[in-house]
């Protein structure tokens, strides 16, 4: 008997050669760019230096994914704040997402 699944996961498709660059024109366009370009730019180096040593795209593609995920979220949460919802009680975007790698 083996402790083995019988079926592989499936992992998740992997994102198109340019989603990083085009995201990154989407959150240099985005107000909050002088924020977020330096925070993606600084994940995306440490994603890259990981790739290197482990010879494997999936940190690339962590990011892109996670980022990908925030962008998506942008126009719920403007709308949250935009009708004076209290956010004092906030949770952290890293407890929904997961850690950025």
């Known amino acids: 008997m083996s402790a083995q699944p019988e079926y592989a996961p499936v992992p998740p498709p992997a994102p198109a050669p340019t989603a990083a660059a085009e ?11 002088v924020q977020w370009a330096p925070a993606f730019e600084a994940d995306w180096s ?15 593609h ?5 980022w990908q995920a925030r962008m998506a979220a942008v126009p ?15 949770v952290s975007l890293d407890d929904v997402l997961g850690a950025r790698p």
């Open 62 to 66: 962590d990011v892109v994914r996670s």
């Open 46 to 60: 440490r994603a890259l230096e990981n790739s290197r040593h482990s010879y494997s795209l999936s940190p690339l």
């Open 23 to 33: 995201l990154l024109v989407r959150i240099r366009q985005d107000r909050r760019a």
């Open 76 to 90: 719920a949460v403007d709308a949250f704040i935009a009708a004076g919802m209290d956010d004092s009680d906030g």
